[in-house]
């Protein structure tokens, strides 16, 4: 009996100690964070299976329905449809955006970062110049000139957004490559025959990652709210595809009279941008050498 009591007592002891831990390194804020952006995660994964209707399915007798119903939770827009519907499959529009933007974006700052630190001179100051350029440069603007002349796709919006905040990744990489190379172990590695492709992907990048992802964390929601702006001024994703700030654009005529349109889609932009913030600073705490 000692003994399954023992037993017992050590399996509760271990939940209780996983609950401290959890309680002393992950604050309330942080939690709220990492459960909101697990949901938005899944719902991008699963919309198809979780949408109840299709996206363009109208039923003009059923036009305007306020939220609560049972068969339209969040009610129905102008059309008819299913506010509910159209939120999760923008949802998964924003963030596939978003994601497939900021990548791009720190792949690109990164190696013009690295190429800097690895050859001075001429090309150093070029990228330097050229992150110079883009930081001056009015990137909304910009955006909307190039959508209003080549016309709106994905591809081109994805790839125009991927062009945001790079000059942030490459003066990060240039002075973390720049000072892990006078450290001394890069050289010891070109010293002992390796590329520097190899020393800069297998040694130096490694070093550096966790600043990289916390700069990741930063741009992340910047670029969800500029396509939300971008789409909100009709620039950006195009019907029948939606996305949240292209729900918030055609829900502003409907303000007065049909506030839910416009307010479902911006709430979940305020919480995903909200939460992405939280779990950025928590994470440049973790991992910031400099702040340690």
């Given at each position: 009996?000692?003994?399954?009591?023992?037993?017992?007592?050590?399996?509760?002891?271990?939940?209780?100690?996983?609950?401290?831990?959890?309680?002393?390194?992950?604050?309330?804020?942080?939690?709220?964070?990492?459960?909101?952006?697990?949901?938005?995660?899944?719902?991008?994964?699963?919309?198809?299976?979780?949408?109840?209707?299709?996206?363009?399915?109208?039923?003009?007798?059923?036009?305007?329905?306020?939220?609560?119903?049972?068969?339209?939770?969040?009610?129905t827009d102008e059309l008819g449809r299913d506010v509910l519907s159209r939120l999760i499959q923008s949802i998964r529009v924003s963030l596939v955006i978003a994601f497939c933007a900021t990548i791009l974006s720190a792949v690109f700052g990164t190696l013009l970062g690295f190429l800097a630190a690895r050859f001075r001179g001429f090309v150093e100051h070029l990228v330097l110049m050229l992150a110079d350029f883009q930081a001056a440069l009015p990137f909304l603007i910009m955006s909307l000139a190039v959508l209003a002349f080549f016309g709106s796709s994905m591809l081109l919006l994805v790839c125009l957004m991927g062009f945001y905040g790079w000059e942030r990744y490459a003066r990060i990489a240039r002075g973390l490559a720049i000072a892990a190379g006078a450290q001394g172990y890069a050289a010891a590695v070109v010293q002992l025959g390796a590329r520097p492709s190899r020393v800069y992907l297998h040694h130096i990048l490694p070093n550096v990652a966790s600043t990289l992802i916390v700069s990741m964390t930063l741009t992340f929601p910047e670029i969800i709210l500029m396509e939300s702006g971008l789409s909100f001024l009709g620039l950006g994703v195009q019907p029948p595809e939606t996305s949240l700030g292209n729900m918030v654009g055609f829900g502003r005529e409907y303000l007065t009279r049909a506030p839910w349109i416009m307010l479902a889609p911006s709430v979940v932009i305020m919480l995903t941008t909200l939460s992405i913030s939280l779990v950025g600073d928590w994470l440049r705490d973790k991992l910031d050498p400099t702040i340690r």
């Open positions: 009996m000692a003994t399954v009591d023992l037993a017992a007592t050590s399996a509760s002891a271990k939940p209780n100690r996983l609950v401290s831990f959890l309680r002393r390194n992950l604050p309330i804020s942080v939690a709220f964070g990492l459960l909101w952006l697990a949901a938005m995660v899944l719902i991008a994964l699963f919309a198809d299976t979780i949408r109840p209707f299709n996206i363009t399915a109208m039923d003009l007798g059923s036009r305007l329905w306020g939220p609560g119903g049972l068969k339209h939770l969040l009610g």
